[in-house]
C-alpha cells in the first residue's frame, strides 16, 4: 500500500503562491496516476493536476493552467504542487492520491486507492 504525507499548505493573501508537498513511499510498479485534488467546504474532491510516473505526462484542470504545476522528483518519489497567482476559490483541504495505471486525463476520486491527509489551503485578503 502506497503511503503518502502532503505539507506545504497555510494561509496566503490573493495573488500569493504555494508549494504543495507530497512524500511518497511503498510503490510497487513504475506506472502510477499521482494526483492532486481540491475539496472546499460543502463540496466534493475535485482533481487539480494529475501526474503518470511512466512518461512524466501532466494534466492540469483549466482552471489552474498558467498558474499550477504539478512535478515529481522521482529519486524521492516527491509530488509538488506550485500554486502561482493564488485566488480565494483556490481555498480548501488539498490531498494527495496515487492509483496504479495511467491516468488518462483527470480521473475521478475513485480511480485512486491511497490518500494522504490532507493539507489546508486558505487564500483571503
Known amino acids: 500500500q502506497v503511503q503518502l504525507m502532503e505539507s506545504g499548505g497555510g494561509s496566503v493573501q490573493p495573488g500569493g503562491s504555494l508549494r504543495l508537498s507530497c512524500a511518497g513511499s511503498?510503490?510497487?510498479?513504475?506506472?502510477?496516476?499521482m494526483a492532486w485534488f481540491r475539496q472546499a467546504p460543502g463540496k466534493g474532491r475535485e482533481d487539480v493536476a494529475t501526474?503518470?510516473?511512466?512518461?512524466?505526462?501532466?494534466v492540469h484542470r483549466r482552471s489552474g493552467q498558467g498558474r499550477f504545476t504539478i512535478s515529481r522528483d522521482g529519486a524521492d518519489n516527491t509530488l509538488y504542487l506550485q500554486m502561482n497567482s493564488l485566488k480565494p476559490e483556490d481555498s480548501g483541504m488539498y490531498y494527495c492520491?496515487?492509483?496504479?495505471?495511467?491516468?488518462?486525463?483527470?480521473?475521478?476520486?475513485?480511480?485512486?486507492?491511497?490518500w494522504g491527509q490532507g493539507t489546508q489551503v486558505t487564500v483571503s485578503p
Open positions: 501526474f503518470d510516473t511512466y512518461g512524466d505526462v501532466t
Open positions: 511503498g510503490f510497487t510498479s513504475r506506472t502510477y496516476c
Open positions: 492520491a496515487a492509483g496504479l495505471g495511467y491516468c488518462l486525463g483527470l480521473p475521478m476520486e475513485t480511480r485512486f486507492n491511497d
